[in-house]
């Protein structure tokens, strides 16, 4: 359906690094790959993950620059069946102890990948192991925020958890497949505000007619930032309240 989250990207120094990485520990497989002059994208995601399923998108820009991750992302989440089975068994493998499963109140853990991208593990019962449960991100305002998902992309409460300090709200499309991948938003009650960084991104969603789709995103008044025709056509781009990217595909 349109508008299913088709993909997130992160930036990598090191592709050889971060590749070793997910098709290490997560039994990834290269879905897709673009070498282009400056850069190389490449899509990722389990071997037996639903159509439904989002990919991770790697990109590498081949002129060796380093990046701030700032904190206006938070984490993609993967999924598994048994939490604690899973983090030891990537301690086993050498990944780095970031925040284990008794930490997190059993719930769930993070490690993290070579670049620093945090990465959440969480216990679900559908879904191919390791594959995108959700992306989260931080958002200024909860109410601007859920209403920029609800009238841009049509997306419903997929589950919330309010918290004295803070609020995390998931949203995806109401008939999205149980494998789609949602968007966690983070609100912190305390008035903060955000940094972007440049190691985060996009996310991107699947549409079925890149103009049409576009226009009606236009219509819903989000921000004109890169339009199909800018883009050869391929796909587009636009910003959210806060200034997160999102790539129409």
């Known amino acids: 359906m349109a508008f299913t989250l088709d993909h997130v990207m992160m930036r990598v120094e090191d ?4 590749m070793e990485f997910y098709t290490g520990h997560f039994g990834y497989e290269e879905k897709s790959r673009w070498d282009a002059d400056t850069f190389t994208n490449v899509h990722l995601g389990p071997a037996d993950a639903g159509e439904d399923s989002a990919t991770l998108e790697l990109t590498y820009n081949h002129d060796d620059r380093t990046y701030d991750m700032g904190d206006a992302w938070g984490h993609i989440a993967v999924r598994v069946d048994d939490v604690y089975d899973a983090y030891e068994e990537l301690m086993d493998a050498g990944v780095e102890d970031y925040r284990d499963p ?3 109140g059993g719930r769930y853990a993070f490690v993290k990948d070579p670049d620093g991208h945090e990465i959440e593990i969480v216990q679900r019962d559908h879904g191919a192991r390791w594959s995108l449960d959700h992306t989260m991100m931080r958002v200024e305002d909860a109410a601007e925020a859920l209403g920029y998902w ?8 997929a589950g919330r958890w309010e918290a004295d300090t803070f609020a995390n709200y998931f949203m995806k499309p109401e008939d999205a497949g149980e494998e789609a991948m949602s968007v966690e938003l983070t609100y912190n009650y305390d008035g903060r505000s955000y940094e972007m960084g440049d190691a985060w991104g996009h996310l991107a969603v699947r549409v079925d007619d890149l103009e049409e789709d576009w226009e009606a995103v236009l219509e819903r008044e989000s921000e004109d930032y890169r339009d199909p025709e800018s883009c050869d056509f391929r796909y587009a781009f636009t910003k959210d309240q806060d200034g997160h990217e999102i790539e129409l595909v």
């Open 15 to 18: 592709l050889d690094e971060a």
């Open 102 to 104: 008794d930490s997190c």
């Open 150 to 157: 609800l009238r841009t992309f049509e997306y419903e409460h």
